[in-house]
């Protein structure tokens, strides 16, 4: 079978400008007659954020082909000036090299070991506040009447995880609160989220949980997060009523 090549021929300088705008050409054989056409698509240009992990990755390696790389300069520029640098303070010079290097190593591998560290420990990213988190919560979704046990840690690079116990009201409306917990999450650069719920309960007042360990005070020094006679957080007071309009508990909310 020969392949007809008469209307093979594609105009270079209009897909050199095509994929210049972005416009990424195709060029496929049809089954028709053999012959080849061009379909121009536009492509999606938008970059995909890089992970803050596959950063890290990077430079580590950067930094090992970077430390071989300045090691070998060194010891070039130190075996020159050894050889035709007359004195005897040339035995000095690769000693001294040697300790700029270890320097300028330590000084770009300490960052990157810190956030490293970091990582590994589960810490708070450094951009998020507490505090400041939970304030916009407490004041952007409407129906939350108090956040406790809300803790955030960095799992893998920009992989950030929270778990928090949110009081509401009623079962009923928990859960158009938890969307709403999401999207707000969501916003915050948080986007993997464990959410408890816990309802308002007329005879406990006293307690921001509720579910406390009991009996058992040894549980309740084992928590990550203090009492509340331990801390001072955001308060706030709301009334609730029951059908008639009358108040029926008085919660505090923190």
Not at 4 to 29: A, C, M, R, Y
Not at 122 to 137: C, F, G, N, S, Y
Request: charge should be negative; include cysteine.
């Amino acid at each position: 079978m020969e392949r007809k090549s008469s209307n093979s021929s594609v105009d270079e300088n209009q897909l050199i400008s095509e994929t210049s705008n972005g416009v990424v050409p195709e060029v496929f054989l049809s089954g028709e007659n053999g012959k080849v056409h061009t379909v121009v698509s536009k492509s999606n240009t938008s970059r995909v954020e890089v992970k803050s992990s596959a950063q890290l990755n990077m430079r580590g390696v950067y930094l090992h082909v970077l430390g071989d790389a300045l090691g070998s300069v060194i010891v070039i520029i130190s075996a020159l000036i050894i050889k035709y640098a007359p004195g005897k303070w040339t035995i000095y010079v690769d000693p001294g090299m040697s300790i700029i290097m270890v320097l300028l190593i330590l000084k770009t591998s300490i960052p990157l070991m810190r956030e490293s560290s970091l990582i590994l420990l589960q810490t708070v990213p450094t951009h998020i506040k507490i505090k400041e988190v939970q304030d916009r919560l407490l004041d952007n979704v409407e129906g939350v009447l108090s956040v406790h046990e809300f803790h955030v840690w960095q799992l893998a690079g920009n992989k950030i995880i929270a778990s928090a116990h949110i009081t509401c009201r009623s079962p009923d409306e928990y859960m158009n609160i938890a969307n709403k917990i999401k999207r707000f999450f969501h916003n915050e650069g948080i986007h993997s989220t464990t959410i408890q719920p816990e309802f308002v309960v007329e005879d406990k007042t006293d307690s921001l949980c509720a579910l406390e360990c009991g009996k058992d005070e040894n549980c309740a020094s084992q928590k990550c997060c203090p009492g509340e006679n331990e801390t001072e957080t955001r308060k706030r007071s709301v009334g609730l009523t029951d059908g008639k309009g009358e108040l029926v508990n008085h919660v505090t909310m923190v």
